[in-house]
């Protein structure tokens, strides 16, 4: 785009321009007010003598020359050194950039004028959309499962009786700006035989923070200014809950990593205390909320226990912003065998007791043989669309490719956030307060993803 990007809207810049264009002009007008009858004067009568000499006659238009000479001149200058003053400022606080810029200041307004994203869930999944998410919008809001009982958060939930870190730290390193390097260092895991054997250095991390800035909420603002996270993470409760499964045999079992491993069919799931009450962060985030996206991630495990806090269930069904369930791509053994998208939507419908649901993004892509064995082995399979019968509960269906191309089936985090800006920005939301469509913004964000993801 050159140097005509400096002029896109949405910089912030021009007004600035014009306004010092203005003041030198200003200025010059009063240069030449109390100079006119002197300095001007002499200057004039000097180009008329140099005119008279060069064509033998009185004339203005060296004057004219020298003057739109002049003009052009100094313009330029005033460019060339506004721009360095600018690239001076720049590379002194930020020396390092990966790239322009234009399209750093473009992008960075533009995403703290997107839609506020709320994402509800758990897990790799959740961390896994929170990937694309970033680039989408600085106002997205992470409402965190904390049923996990499992390695070392349950670990640190028994020793040091906080809520489990494993889930909340993914989803910090996930939106953090300089993932790669947090990524490194928030997932080591120690080795050997101390008493470090089998934590991850980020769980510590968040278990140290939280006590010395005194909760949990508090430890993770403050994780979220020291790793530059763009956006908020937040717990759906505070309280020290379990998940509890009823199988289908009659069966209860007490533990996500228990039911996880039971290998049962689950017929119905609760919290236990069953009254956890929600943290007030995440129903400010849900509240205000342009979109609610749940999932994707294990069904009954990440997705469903947010939603069986019940002041979280009566804030997502009370909001007015658009709903949209992400599914998984691959059944989970011991949780959803057997089941297609439809299963995975019953589901979640009818633990929150009615149809609130707006959208339902399904996987349409095939995937490799080699990775069907594979998963197969497993006891895992491909979840089925089933698209007509979704859209007969009053949801439309947004089928699509979403697998990444490595070997294992996951979602891809850039096409998850292409396909959540096609929503926000050529479905139904422009029509519920977005505004118009910024095809030059979509165009800069998927540019982004291209290179970032």
């Excluded at 008493?195 to 949990?216: Q, V, W, Y």
């Excluded at 007030?280 to 849900?286: D, F, G, H, T, V």
């Excluded at 956030?417 to 519920?432: E, T, V, W």
Aim: hydrophobic share 45%; glycine share 8%; with cysteine.
């Amino acid at each position: 785009m050159g140097w005509i990007s400096w002029f896109s809207p949405g910089l912030n810049i021009k007004r600035w321009l014009l306004l010092f264009a203005v003041g030198v002009l200003i200025s010059s007008i009063a240069v030449a007010l109390l100079f006119n009858y002197q300095v001007m004067g002499i200057a004039e009568e000097v180009l008329f003598q140099l005119s008279y000499m060069a064509t033998g006659k009185y004339s203005n238009n060296m004057v004219i020359a020298v003057g739109a000479v002049c003009l052009i001149i100094g313009f330029f200058i005033m460019v060339y050194a506004t721009r360095r003053i600018v690239f001076s400022i720049v590379d002194t606080v930020i020396p390092e950039k990966n790239s322009s810029l234009m399209e750093t200041i473009f992008i960075n307004r533009k995403l703290m004028k997107g839609p506020s994203i709320t994402v509800v869930g758990g897990g790799t999944g959740l961390s896994t959309l929170l990937r694309g998410i970033k680039y989408i919008t600085n106002k997205c809001n992470a409402v965190v499962t904390v049923t996990d009982d499992g390695g070392s958060s349950g670990r640190l939930r028994q020793e040091m009786g906080i809520i489990p870190p494993g889930d909340l730290r993914n989803c910090l390193i996930s939106m953090a700006d300089r993932e790669p390097v947090m990524d490194r260092i928030m997932q080591y895991r120690f080795e050997g035989d101390s008493m470090f054997d089998g934590h991850c250095f980020g769980n510590l991390f968040l278990a140290a923070i939280a006590e010395a800035e005194g909760g949990m909420e508090e430890g993770l603002k403050a994780a979220s200014q020291l790793l530059n996270v763009r956006g908020n993470v937040t717990p759906s409760t505070l309280a020290d809950v379990q998940l509890q499964a009823k199988m289908a045999d009659g069966s209860l079992i007490l533990g996500e990593t228990e039911i996880s491993n039971a290998g049962k069919q689950i017929v119905e799931m609760k919290l236990v205390p069953e009254n956890a009450p929600a943290t007030k962060s995440a129903l400010k985030a849900i509240e205000e909320a342009d979109v609610i996206i749940l999932g994707p991630g294990s069904l009954y495990t990440s997705v469903i226990p947010n939603l069986l806090v019940k002041e979280i269930r009566d804030a997502i069904v009370a909001s007015k912003g658009v709903k949209i369930y992400i599914c998984n791509v691959m059944t989970q053994p011991g949780e959803t065998d057997g089941y297609g998208a439809f299963e995975h939507v019953k589901a979640i419908v009818d633990v929150v007791g009615e149809q609130f649901l707006d959208y339902v993004v399904v996987n349409d892509q095939n995937i490799t043989a080699e990775q069907l064995d594979q998963y197969k082995a497993k006891g895992s399979e491909p979840v089925s669309p089933d698209i007509e019968a979704i859209e007969n509960l009053g949801i439309e269906v947004v089928s699509t490719s979403l697998i990444s191309n490595e070997d294992f089936v996951r979602h891809n985090p850039k096409k998850l956030a292409q396909i959540i800006i096609r929503l926000i920005y050529h479905l139904r939301l422009f029509g519920k307060g977005f505004g118009f469509i910024d095809y030059v913004f979509v165009r800069q964000i998927m540019h982004k993803l291209q290179k970032q993801l």
